[in-house]
């Protein structure tokens, strides 16, 4: 019942609505949109060289002859993917901390969140910066969990202080009472009631990642070549902003798009999952 009351507040709110609808827009247009195009990404026109939005290519050309419309829409997959990925990663990994600290107490605690101190206050970017160009001939996904490995620091800490108080709850202490093991409490009576918690963080982590993604592809520590991004299209497309304004506005509008659509269901589910707003 809970979560069909979650969801007609969810669709209730204007914004949420504006989001969700904008934001399977995007994932289809993302996945669904290549196939409606004349060319892979991958394609050159050598006849089309820095060419303006025609019939032919619609969001115009680079400057060696790729589709915009091709390359953009390849850009938009990859970093709806990296954002998925990361805020999935960072999310459990927050949970899986915070909880156990939380629960156990003592020295796990102390340990776990001397680590949650440390990595808070660590310079990320200079780290990823640092990371990332030793890893140019590894796969993406290393990229990924660097991503993933600085994002869940703060959640982690408001899990561990909500475990606190959940353990004490009548339902825990009678699971411990009938023998459960403690690892299994966690993820079945503790982790659960922090569902609105981690729903809404993992909604917001993947906005938050695909913009951390995009500003570090802008300055060339993220995706390589060949593969692209929005971040790298927005670095390239950045350089001839002026003179060929297709190369930036097409995979900067789709960045702006898809973080805003995100945070607008963020938004939403925050406001649907709070019990002190009208059902």
Known sequence: MRSKVVLRRLFRNPQARYGIIAFVLLVALAYIGPYFGSYEWT???????????????????TSI??????????????????????????????????????YFGGWLDRVLMWGVDLLLVLPSFLILAIVSPRLRDGSWIWFVVLLAAFTWMITSRVVRSMTISLREREYVQAAVYMGIPR??????????NLSSLLIIDATLNVSGAVVGEAALSFFGFGIQPPDVSLGTLIAEGSRNATGYPWLFAFPAGMLVLLVLSVNLIGDGLRDALDPGSNS
């Open 65 to 102: 002859g790729q589709d915009m419309y091709a390359i953009t829409l390849r850009g938009m997959q990859k970093s709806i993917v990296i954002g998925v990925l990361v805020a999935l990663i960072a999310t459990g990994l927050a949970a899986v901390v915070g909880a156990f600290a939380g």
């Open 43 to 61: 394609e050159k026109d050598f006849m089309a060289f820095l060419s303006p939005p025609d019939a032919d290519h619609w969001w115009g050309t």
């Open 183 to 192: 690892w299994k409490i966690i993820f079945r009576h503790i982790v659960p």
